[in-house]
């Protein structure tokens, strides 16, 4: 038995103090809302999410369940997409990134470190990663962070980033994780995507998901 009638859109639910024990209820809303998705067993170019990022979500986060550097000894790098003024859409790649790296490997205490210095045309996300015999690839979670209210960070485009990759100064080294951050001073462009390349050769294999945080 039921306690109250159906209405579109809402689930049934246990409710152990209502008549009979089931109640429709308004569906609750999740934190994440899907935006976009790619996967592929193909060798490509770059993975490239356009048109994703609006002021409807100051945050985003990019899952990156696998992807496989088709080149040894690459990093992952990005760039902003912004509109191209015709109705499409093209890279951000004005001098206005800059990052900050960090990698550990499992066996010691040795870091594979880097920062981009001076801003760069590109954002970098990782340290070098190998391929090899029993390949491991990238596994890791991004988050985008868009400019906020607060004057000081009016003009920044932020992205985070923490995973696992395998090193390649040490072949035994296959639980190296690292921290990564970067920004862009140029996020008052109103940046509408993100495309994610290595730093030479192509993209193997990937599967990589895309949501908006309701915050």
């Not at 490239?48 to 550097?69: A, C, G, L, Q």
Request: net charge neutral.
């Amino acid at each position: 038995q039921i306690s109250n009638s159906p209405v579109n859109g809402y689930m049934l639910t246990a409710q152990s103090g209502n008549t009979g024990g089931l109640t429709w209820a308004e569906t609750p809303s999740s934190a994440l809302v899907s935006l976009g998705s790619a996967s592929s067993t193909t060798n490509t170019a770059n993975v490239t999410f356009d048109n994703v990022f609006s002021n409807t979500y100051t945050r985003y986060i990019i899952y990156i369940d696998y992807m496989y550097n088709g080149q040894t000894n690459t990093a992952l790098r990005f760039n902003f997409r912004k509109s191209d003024g015709s109705g499409g859409y093209e890279d951000e790649s004005r001098s206005g990134y800059v990052y900050a790296i960090a990698g550990r490997r499992h066996n010691n205490d040795e870091f594979d470190g880097v920062g981009s210095g001076s801003a760069t045309t590109f954002g970098k996300l990782t340290p070098e990663i190998t391929r090899s015999g029993g390949e491991h690839g990238l596994k890791a979670v991004l988050e985008v962070y868009r400019p906020g209210t607060v004057d000081s960070q009016a003009t920044m485009t932020y992205v985070q980033a923490r995973g696992m990759y395998r090193s390649i100064i040490s072949d035994d080294a296959q639980s190296t994780h690292f921290n990564s951050s970067c920004n862009n001073y140029y996020g008052a462009t109103s940046f509408l995507g993100i495309k994610l390349y290595f730093s030479g050769g192509d993209i193997d294999n990937y599967k990589i998901r895309l949501y908006g945080v309701v915050t």
